[in-house]
Nanobody, 119 residues
Framework: QVQLVESGGGWVQPGGSLRLSCVASTSMFSIYHMGWYRQAPGRQRELVAGITSGGITNYADNVKGRFTISRDNAKNTVYLRMNSLKPEDTAVYFC?????????????WGQGTQVTVSS
């Protein structure tokens, strides 16, 4: 099992910034695709940003230009820098680690960290 622990959430005013961190327990961190998802009350969980084991990134359209995902394999950590935060960014943010092989899919989730954007 891969353990994922998120941190860095909190409350900020609109226009503010936060950096989320996710530390993974696995010694094979570098082979996992990593992602950040979020879920607001009454809404489905959605992908915010992803980064492959090779460093290729992708973002949801509504966060492009504001959020940046990165990873530091030496620290077993993936980050999400969030700038220009909006109230609609309020959600619990979850870290995800994924490994896909021919016969199986391995998918792990952290417990989440709350991000609240309000005045």
């Amino acid at each position: 099992q891969v353990q994922l622990v998120e941190s860095g959430g909190g409350w900020v005013q609109p226009g503010g910034s936060l950096r989320l961190s996710c530390v993974a327990s696995t010694s094979m961190f570098s082979i996992y695709h990593m992602g950040w998802y979020r879920q607001a009350p009454g809404r489905q969980r959605e992908l915010v940003a992803g980064i492959t084991s090779g460093g290729i990134t992708n973002y949801a359209d509504n966060v492009k230009g504001r959020f940046t995902i990165s990873r530091d394999n030496a620290k077993n950590t993936v980050y999400l820098r969030m700038n220009s935060l909006k109230p609609e960014d309020t959600a619990v943010y979850f870290c995800n680690a994924e490994k896909v092989v021919v016969a199986a899919r391995y998918d792990y989730w952290g417990q989440g960290t709350q991000v609240t954007v309000s005045s």
